[in-house]
């Protein structure tokens, strides 16, 4: 057996799911564990088809996904997706699953492609969500009296809104955030919590998709990462390869990925 059947007949056998789109949008590859999650028994049948519009052509409200906005498929030309907080595959009978997933180019005969790994996340939601349930009710309980003046989903706006408003300013971090808003920083931990993420990480985010944005219009990396609010290269980068899975400067190259 070649090194080439030994390499497919892996690829096929393995149970995530895996294919690959080309140049025009097209799938030109899937192995069965793929298939089967998006509703086809047999793989060959998906060859050829509009990879966007077979399993991407609705976000989770129903609402349509149009092509140019899709992160795998940009004007018909497969991109290095990067990180998206709600993303969802629709399988062949219309039912919808969250998906986490990963990309990476490919070189074909003719065109580049994208190798597109990815898995249904329902699962891990559902226990997220009730873990995080369980926490918000034992701090509810023993929540301040200014917190406990405000719905949940308000405070929350309040506390998004002033991160995503003032996060390019180095000093801010969650303490400040709480006091700021007259809460106690665990409370505001565990409002954070409750939607899976933390104060720290979203303060993060917001700095980095900032980064990413100057990166893509041009700036130097290190210039970059200093105007979205990072105190030092090292920082920006570690925290830049852990959020899209590379470096700076691997992301300037084309090649990104989405945990």
Not at 68 to 95: H, I, K, Y
């Amino acid at each position: 057996m070649s090194f080439d059947q030994f390499a497919a007949q892996v690829l096929e056998r393995l149970p995530s799911p895996v294919w690959v789109v080309q140049g025009d949008g097209e799938i030109a590859f899937a192995n069965t564990a793929a298939a089967v999650e998006v509703g086809w028994s047999d793989p060959r049948k998906l060859l050829g088809m509009p990879s966007h519009e077979t399993v991407h052509h609705s976000r989770a409200d129903g609402s349509e996904y149009p092509r140019d906005a899709c992160l795998v498929l940009r004007n018909g030309t497969p991109m290095p997706c990067t990180r998206q907080s709600d993303e969802w595959f629709v399988r062949r009978d219309g039912s919808m699953f969250p998906i986490a997933w990963s990309c990476a180019p490919i070189e074909m005969n003719s065109t580049r492609g994208m190798v597109v790994a990815f898995r249904d996340v329902s699962v891990d939601r559902e226990r997220s969500r009730l873990r995080h349930e369980g926490q918000w009710e034992a701090i509810r309980a023993a929540a301040p009296r200014p917190a406990a003046a405000l719905s949940r989903a308000l405070l929350m706006d309040r506390l998004r809104g002033f991160i995503r408003e003032n996060a390019l300013d180095p000093a801010l971090d969650p303490a400040l955030v709480a006091k700021t808003h007259h809460i106690s920083l665990r409370l505001l931990q565990g409002l954070f919590a409750d939607e899976g993420s933390s104060p720290a990480r979203f303060i993060r985010d917001e700095r980095l998709s900032h980064a990413r944005l100057l990166l893509e219009k041009g700036e130097p990396i290190s210039r970059a990462g200093m105007l979205s609010g990072f105190s030092d290269l090292g920082t920006f980068t570690r925290a830049f390869r852990r959020r899209f899975g590379c470096t700076p400067s691997a992301f300037l190259r084309g090649y990104r990925t989405l945990p």
